[in-house]
């Protein structure tokens, strides 16, 4: 007799084991499969984002700019460094070990909130009494049953075609984020979120890197007025970003990577490299899952069919995170994890996409929620814009980080905020303020009298939001 569950979750990313968490919560038997392997062989819950995403990419953001302050940035504070190195070797086991204690905390959560946790494929096996027989296949194999089935199987890196990942020369996320040396020329293809990250990495490192970019504009869903700032930043960090352009043959060899291109003149151009990073996109996973055993439908991208309730085509399946549609983000995964336990269990589960923010944790960090000022413009809405430079913050003087701004978009008649976005310093945790005043509907004046601590960053969310009513204190 197989095993019985209420719910089954299928990969345990963020998106499946946040979605088992609140199923176990709401008083449900769970079980959660995920066939993620550590570098034993055993299991590293967490998915993508734990194991080669979010986590280890902000692990070696952190490190490369404590190296990049240390050699570049001291200086100006009176602190003078000589005899400065790199053990790339302890930053990796660094990272390494974050990574660990996140599969660990998982791990933990699991036994606290008494899931039921398999290592190995799930695959769908057939429509079964009491729900669906899910099949798993790891050291062992089993064949379990679950009423509702939550499919979290996340996404891989898109390869371009004819040039094959192989972690050696031509990398994914996964072999950008362990290259055991810094390579002297580092190319990126595609100047996405991973691009400008990655890039930024190797080369705080040391690295000349060149991404090149097939769109004519640089981050075209970010804000123009912010994306134009950030690119400006990252020209004169030396990140060299060509817009335009179209590649063509890459061969991959003992002596690293030689990929012809076109510029965006039409000029045939030719780069040599040590190592090629590949970031242009990613594809929802269904591999090895067996849709077709149960009849679950897929879109034209291969991703799981779902409507705006994460719900199916089959009764009681459901699918969440980067394997549906929507922006692959790790908290937009969790959102529809939570709202699908919770819908399981009869309640109103609701993720509001117009709230999901955006964050790219370059130097200056991006990040931004709700509508661009272009979208505004293309929807004929009437609005109004304020803006505020980090220039004239008396804390980002403090800082030595005064690049960037923070915008603000509200309805013209009603001030209600249509969109936040930040370029500057630590834009990735002010944003969240935004967040919530859109979630609450708030008007720009609203964020405008609310005390904001001084001397801190947010007071330039605080003289933005002025900015509307072109009443800033300070500029
Ligand atoms: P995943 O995290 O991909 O997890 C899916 C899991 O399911 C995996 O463990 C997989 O092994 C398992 N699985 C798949 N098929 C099966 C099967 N048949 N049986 C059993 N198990 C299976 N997002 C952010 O919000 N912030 C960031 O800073 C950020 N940084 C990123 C950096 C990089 C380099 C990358 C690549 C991504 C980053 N992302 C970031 C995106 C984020 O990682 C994803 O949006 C998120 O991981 C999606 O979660 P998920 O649960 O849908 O899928
Ligand atoms: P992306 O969608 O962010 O960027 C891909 C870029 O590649 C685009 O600018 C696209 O125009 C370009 N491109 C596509 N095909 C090309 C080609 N043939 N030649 C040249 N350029 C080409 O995808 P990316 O960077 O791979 O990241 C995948 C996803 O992972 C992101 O969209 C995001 O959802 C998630 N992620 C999130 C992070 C965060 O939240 N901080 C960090 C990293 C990844």
Redesign the pocket.
């Known amino acids: 007799m197989s095993k019985q569950f209420d719910v089954v979750v299928i990969g345990g990313g963020p998106g499946g084991y946040i979605a088992a968490i609140r199923a176990a919560q709401l008083g449900f038997n769970v079980a959660c499969i995920d066939e993620w392997k550590n570098a034993k062989g055993g299991p590293a819950l967490g998915g993508t984002c734990t194991n080669v995403?979010?986590i280890p990419?902000k692990a070696l953001l952190q490190s490369s700019e404590h190296f990049e302050h240390a050699g570049h940035g001291f200086a100006d504070h009176g602190i003078n460094v000589s005899g400065l190195s790199l053990d790339i070797g302890k930053m990796l086991a660094r990272k390494d070990q974050v990574v660990k204690q996140n599969n660990d905390g998982i791990t933990y959560l699991f036994k606290k909130n008494k899931i039921a946790s398999f290592h190995g494929r799930g695959s769908f096996v057939k429509a079964a009494e009491g729900g669906y027989e899910i099949k798993v296949a790891g050291a062992a194999e089993e064949t379990i049953v679950g009423k509702h089935i939550i499919v979290a199987t996340g996404?891989n890196?898109?390869a371009?075609p004819g040039a094959a990942f192989d972690e050696e020369n031509i990398l994914s996320?996964d072999g950008a984020l362990r290259m055991g040396a810094v390579p002297k020329k580092l190319a990126l293809?595609?100047?996405?979120?991973?691009?400008?990250?990655m890039g930024s990495v190797w080369r705080r490192l040391g690295s000349e890197v060149t991404v090149?970019?097939?769109?004519p504009t640089f981050?075209?869903a970010v804000d123009e007025q912010i994306a134009k700032e950030a690119k400006k930043a990252f020209d004169k960090q030396g990140l060299k970003i060509e817009l335009g352009?179209?590649?063509g043959e890459i061969k991959s060899g003992k002596k690293g990577v030689s990929i012809a291109w076109t510029n965006a003149k039409g000029e045939a151009q030719t780069l040599d490299v040590d190592k090629l990073i590949v970031?242009?996109?990613?594809v929802p996973n269904t591999i090895g899952l067996n849709p077709e055993a149960v009849g679950l439908a897929l879109d034209e991208r291969g991703a799981i069919n779902v409507d705006g309730d994460c719900k199916t085509n089959l009764p009681n399946v459901w699918a969440i995170g980067?394997v549906v549609r929507g922006?692959?983000?790790?908290h937009k995964a969790e959102e529809e994890g939570v709202a699908v336990a919770e819908r399981i269990a009869g309640q109103h589960g609701h993720v509001n996409f117009n709230t999901v923010p955006?964050?790219?944790?370059t130097h200056p960090e991006i990040a931004w929620v709700g509508q661009t000022e272009q979208q505004l413009k293309a929807e004929g809405r009437a609005y109004k814009a304020g803006t505020f430079p980090f220039l004239a913050n008396g804390r980002a003087r403090a800082l030595g980080d005064t690049t960037g701004m923070v915008k603000f978009l509200a309805d013209a008649t009603t001030d209600e905020i249509l969109g936040v976005h930040m370029v500057g310093p630590q834009v990735s945790e002010l944003i969240s303020e935004a967040v919530v005043a859109m979630e609450f509907k708030a008007s720009a004046e609203d964020i405008a009298r609310i005390c904001h601590a001084h001397p801190s960053l947010s007071e330039a969310t605080k003289e933005a939001a002025l900015a509307v009513d072109k009443r800033t204190l300070n500029f």
Do not use: F, H, Q, T
């Open positions: 995403g979010c990419s996404s890196a898109r371009l996320n293809i595609g100047s996405g979120v991973i691009g400008l990250e090149l970019e097939a769109l981050l075209g352009v179209k590649v970031s242009i996109g990613r980067d922006p692959m983000l790790a955006w964050v790219i944790y």
